[in-house]
């Protein structure tokens, strides 16, 4: 079973608790993403995703240039470490309700895993796996 360092994102975007979420939306938009980290340093202390500022900036009528990360951020994030399999990420997810989790090491990020990477690798695993049982047959 493949670990979540083999197929994390390795170079996840993180920002300060106290950037204003006008900051941070324009920053997922230019590198495409749909979360980004919060973080103290190297420390991860939040999460913010697409859904959050529709639900707590936009739906809310907060003014997302006047409101901080940190007012809409989830904290603690979800972590894991880069040496858990991926039924561990997949079990945590369902677990904890969540799409995404925060790839920690030594309390520091080193990167972040989605559920479509999860399940890219799981029907990757079943096509080889189908593909080498009609091979054995």
Do not use: H, Q
């Amino acid at each position: 079973m493949p670990y979540i360092e083999d197929f994390m994102t390795k170079e996840a975007v993180s920002t300060d608790a106290g950037d204003s979420c006008l900051e941070a939306a324009k920053l997922m938009v230019r590198m495409n993403i749909g979360a980004i980290v919060v973080s103290d340093g190297d420390r991860p202390v939040g999460i913010v995703t697409e859904r959050d500022f529709l639900n707590k900036v936009t739906a809310s009528g907060k003014d997302p240039s006047k409101t901080a990360l940190r007012e809409i951020m989830s904290s603690p994030p979800v972590t894991i470490s880069p040496k858990a399999t991926v039924r561990d990420a997949a079990r945590m997810m369902i677990e904890k309700g969540v799409r995404r989790l925060v790839v920690v090491e030594n309390d520091k990020l080193v990167g972040i895993v989605s559920i479509r990477d999860i399940t890219r690798i799981l029907v990757g695993s079943m096509a080889a796996w189908k593909e080498a049982r009609v091979t054995l047959e």
